[in-house]
C-alpha cells in the first residue's frame, strides 16, 4: 500500500519561509499516471488546495498563494515539496501532501503535519 | 474561484439513521465532484470520485449523486465509525476548492 509522509519543522517564525517535504514510498511519484498536491487545515476550519505537482515539474497553484508558493519534485528521491515564504501566523495550519489520480480526487493522503508560525 | 458550499454544516443522527449531506457548487462543474471523510488527527479519506463513483474499500452504505452544481452524499445506514466531518471538493477548474463542511454527530 502506497504511503506519503510528511517532514519538516513544526515552528516556522514570521517573515521566514516554510519548507516541507513529502517522501513517497514508492517509485510511482514518476508515473504519468499522478500529480502530487499540498493541502492545509488552519485550526478549527476547513481543507485549503495550494498547489499540484506532475512528475515532469509542471506546477499548478492556488491564486491565493501563488506569489508565496513553490513546489517541487525530486523523481531520484522520490520525495516533492512545498516552500511558503513570508509566512504569518495565518499559514498555521496541518499540511497534508496527497496523490491524485488523473487529476480527479486526492486518493491517497499523508498523516499531516502541524506547522506553526509563532516567534 | 468556484465556491462550493455544504449543508448543513453539522447534523446529528442516530446509529442506523439515513443521512445526506448536499454540496452545492457556484458553476456548473459537470461532474467533477468528491467526498472525503475526515476524523480528527487522521488523513481524510477519499469516499466518493467523479460525483458517483465508489472509491475501491470504501463501504456500499456510502454513495453519491448529481451533475452540474448539485450533488448529494448518501449514507443509507449510518455505523459508529462513520461520526466525521465531511467534505466536498470540485476538481473541475483550479484552484481546486472544497466545501466548508459537514460534522456528522452522535445523537
Known amino acids: 500500500q502506497l504511503q506519503l509522509q510528511e517532514s519538516g519543522p513544526g515552528l516556522v517564525k514570521p517573515s521566514e519561509t516554510l519548507s516541507l517535504t513529502c517522501t513517497v514510498s514508492d517509485d510511482s511519484i514518476s508515473s504519468p499516471s499522478y500529480y502530487w498536491g499540498w493541502i492545509r487545515q488552519p485550526p478549527g476550519k476547513g481543507l485549503e488546495w495550494i498547489g499540484n505537482i506532475y512528475y515532469s515539474g509542471n506546477t499548478y497553484y492556488n491564486p491565493s498563494l501563488k506569489s508565496r508558493v513553490t513546489i517541487s519534485v525530486d523523481t531520484s528521491k522520490n520525495q516533492f515539496s512545498l516552500k511558503l515564504s513570508s509566512v504569518t501566523a495565518a499559514d498555521t495550519a496541518v499540511y497534508y501532501c496527497?496523490?491524485?489520480?488523473?487529476?480527479?480526487?486526492?486518493?491517497?493522503w499523508g498523516q499531516g503535519t502541524m506547522v506553526t508560525v509563532s516567534s | 474561484d468556484i465556491q462550493m458550499t455544504q449543508s448543513p454544516s453539522s447534523l446529528s443522527a442516530s446509529v442506523g439513521d439515513r443521512v445526506t449531506i448536499t454540496c452545492r457548487a457556484s458553476q456548473s462543474i459537470s461532474s467533477s465532484l468528491n467526498w472525503y471523510q475526515h476524523k480528527p488527527g487522521k488523513a481524510p479519506k477519499l469516499l466518493i470520485y467523479?460525483?458517483?463513483s465508489l472509491q475501491s474499500g470504501v463501504p456500499s452504505r456510502f454513495s453519491g449523486s448529481g451533475s452540474g452544481t448539485d450533488f448529494t452524499l448518501t449514507i443509507s445506514s449510518l455505523q459508529p465509525e462513520d461520526f466525521a466531518t465531511y467534505y466536498c471538493q470540485q476538481s473541475y477548474s483550479t484552484p481546486w476548492t472544497f466545501g466548508q463542511g459537514t460534522k456528522v454527530e452522535i445523537k
Open positions: 496527497a496523490r491524485t489520480s488523473n487529476w480527479e480526487a486526492f486518493d491517497i
Open positions: 467523479a460525483a458517483s
